[in-house]
């Protein structure tokens, strides 16, 4: 059974920071492309970063490039986003997504196994 869950979001004030986790199983996690993603009250969901299965491709949405880091730890199962200076425009429901097929995508139609997500508010 796939499961992906995510942890580490909560409250924060503006230019302060998180780290987000996304825990897999129930598919091997190291050959599979993942992302993250975002949706705020309203709004469609989007992609905020994506990285390969070897971590040699990384995609950034322009939003957060410079402040965003992904990351992920294939003995452990787990890909991480790092958020720094975090603005109010950066609260959403953050969701962790896995892709079956080959090829880096930052579509929410190309991945295949989604987790429930973790809320990230940003405070002013």
């Known amino acids: 059974q796939v499961q992906l869950v995510e942890s580490g979001g909560g409250l924060v004030q503006a230019g302060g920071s998180l780290r987000l986790s996304c825990a897999a199983s129930?598919?091997?996690?190291?050959?599979?492309?993942m992302g993250w993603f975002r949706q705020a009250p309203g709004k469609e969901r989007d992609v905020v970063s994506a990285?390969?299965?070897?971590?040699?491709?990384?995609h950034y949405a322009d939003s957060v490039k410079g402040r965003f880091t992904i990351s992920r730890d294939n003995a452990k199962n787990t890909v991480y986003l790092q958020m720094n200076s975090l603005k109010p425009e950066d609260t959403a429901v953050y969701y962790c997504?896995?892709?079956?097929?080959?090829?880096?995508?930052?579509?929410?139609?190309?991945?295949?196994?989604w987790g429930r997500g973790t809320q990230v508010t940003v405070s002013s």
């Open positions: 129930g598919f091997t996690f190291s050959r599979r492309d």
């Open positions: 990285i390969s299965w070897s971590g040699d491709r990384i």
């Open positions: 997504a896995g892709r079956v097929r080959v090829g880096l995508s930052i579509q929410e139609l190309q991945y295949d196994y």
